[in-house]
C-alpha cells in the first residue's frame, strides 16, 4: 500500500488560515465542545495583516489534517506561546502532533525566543512532557476544561 506523505507548512494565505480553522473547528468546536467565540479570535486573522501569531498547518496527502499556533511576544526574552494544537481524531497516535510542535519550536528559535509556554489540556500532559515540557503551578479551567501550565526551555 502506498504511504501518505505528511508535509507541515508555516500558513501565508487566508486560503490556509481556512483550512487550519477547518481542522480547529472539528476538534476544539464539535469534538471538545468549545464555543466558536472562544475559540477563534483575533490571532486568527489573515496572516499578510495578523503579526501576533504563526500558524502551522499539516497536510496528509495534500488534505488538512493538523494545525497549531505560536503567539509572538513583543519581547524576545520572553516565551513564546504555543496554542489550539489539534490534529484530527482519525490521525491521532502517528506522531503528526510531534511534527506540528517540531515546526512551531523552529518557528519560535528563528524568532530567538528562549523557549515555549503554554496551557495544557490535562489529557494531553504527557503528549507535552514527551517533548520535553514541565509542569507549573495548580490545575485550571479554561472553556470549562481543566489545564495546566507547562514550560520547554530550548536550551543549547
Ligand atoms: N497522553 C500521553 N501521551 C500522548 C498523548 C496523550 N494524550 N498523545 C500522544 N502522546 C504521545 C504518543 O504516544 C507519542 O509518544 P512516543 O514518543 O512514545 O511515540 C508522542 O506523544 C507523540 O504523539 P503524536 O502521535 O505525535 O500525537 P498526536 O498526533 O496524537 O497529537 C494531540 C496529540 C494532543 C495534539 C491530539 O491528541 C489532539 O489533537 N487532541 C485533541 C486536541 C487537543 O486536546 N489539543 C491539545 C490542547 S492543549
Do not use: C, N, W
Request: hydrophobic share 45%; no cysteine.
Amino acid at each position: 500500500m502506498k504511504s501518505l506523505a505528511f508535509e507541515v507548512k508555516v500558513i501565508r494565505s487566508v486560503a490556509e488560515m481556512a483550512e487550519a480553522l477547518s481542522v480547529r473547528r472539528r476538534v476544539f468546536i464539535e469534538e471538545q465542545a468549545v464555543p466558536e467565540e472562544i475559540e477563534i479570535d483575533e490571532h486568527d486573522g489573515d496572516p499578510a495583516e495578523v503579526d501576533t501569531a504563526v500558524h502551522v498547518l499539516g497536510r496528509l496527502d495534500r488534505v488538512a489534517v493538523a494545525t497549531g499556533r505560536l503567539l509572538l511576544d513583543e519581547d524576545r526574552e520572553h516565551l513564546a506561546h504555543v496554542g489550539r494544537v489539534a490534529v484530527l481524531a482519525e490521525h491521532r497516535g502517528k506522531g503528526l502532533g510531534r511534527e506540528i510542535m517540531a515546526a512551531l519550536h523552529r518557528e519560535a528559535r528563528e524568532r530567538g525566543y528562549p523557549g515555549i509556554v503554554l496551557s495544557a489540556q490535562l489529557h494531553a500532559v504527557g503528549f507535552y512532557e514527551r517533548l520535553g515540557y514541565v509542569g507549573h503551578g495548580d490545575v485550571f479551567l479554561e472553556a470549562g476544561i481543566e489545564h495546566r501550565e507547562m514550560e520547554l526551555l530550548f536550551g543549547g
